[in-house]
């Protein structure tokens, strides 16, 4: 099975600074049928369900502002918010789907310096 | 656009199974993978398991003995069934679509397990 590892485990970035939280595989998420990393982003605010952010990696799900972006390839990955912005204050996981079970990191908490 | 919402008790005893349900609205449940994760009280994500609309299921191997996933395309619902609870199984349980592109979840329930 694979072990999804982010790091940090909390953040605190001040306003309209950057944040940047890592996420690594215990083997490549690679799916060779597609070239398409099998990795997914979500943000989770207190009380509410995870929304999906980043997918293949690096592919933004529509509506998401363009601070949030995603990189890497095969197991080692990147979220990146530009600019922080008050509203993104949240725990945020990573997740692969390239083979069950689909697993998660242990999350990121994100705060306000 | 795919919505889903979980249904069921609140609240179920030590021993006892948990059964949940969750309805799909905006879309047909004839594709994609369906699936369940929970998330005990302050902490993270776990993956329970999925299921294709074909009947193919998969599972998180430490729940794989007490749990079971199930279809039901007529009434484009899908349900977990969860035996032999513990305390240890009180969590928000979301139910949630894959589709090669990440998931998308429900609102979530909380079952408590207690006596």
């Known amino acids: 099975d694979i072990v999804m590892t982010q790091s940090p485990d909390s953040l605190a970035v001040s306003l309209g600074e950057r944040a940047t939280i890592n996420c690594k595989s215990s083997?490549?998420?690679?799916?060779?049928?597609?070239?398409?990393?099998?990795l997914a982003w979500y943000q989770q605010k207190p009380g509410q369900p995870p929304k999906l952010l980043i997918y293949?990696?690096?592919t933004r799900e529509s509506g998401v502002p363009d601070r949030f972006s995603g990189s890497g390839s095969g197991t080692d990955f990147t979220l990146t918010i530009t600019s922080l912005q008050a509203e993104d204050v949240a725990v945020y996981y990573c997740?692969?789907?390239?083979?069950?079970?689909?697993?998660f990191g242990q999350g990121t908490k994100l705060e306000i310096k | 656009q795919v919505q889903l919402q979980e249904s069921g008790p609140g609240l179920v005893k030590p021993s006892e199974t948990l059964s949940l349900t969750c309805t799909v609205s905006g879309g047909s449940i004839s594709n994609s993978f369906w699936g369940w994760i929970r998330q005990p009280p302050g902490k993270g994500l776990e993956w329970i398991g999925y299921?294709?609309?074909?009947?193919?299921?998969y599972y998180s191997p430490s729940l794989r003995s007490r749990a079971i996933i199930s279809v039901d395309t007529s009434k484009t619902q899908f349900s977990l069934k969860l035996s032999s609870v513990t305390a240890a199984d009180t969590a928000v349980y979301y139910c949630?679509?894959?589709?090669?592109?990440?998931?998308?979840w429900g609102q979530g329930t909380l079952v408590t397990v207690s006596s």
């Open positions: 997740q692969h789907y390239y083979s069950p079970p689909h697993s």
């Open positions: 083997q490549s998420v690679l799916d060779s049928s597609n070239n398409k990393n099998s």
């Open positions: 293949w990696a690096s």
């Open positions: 299921i294709h609309y074909s009947g193919s299921t």
């Open positions: 949630a679509t894959e589709g090669g592109r990440g998931y998308k």
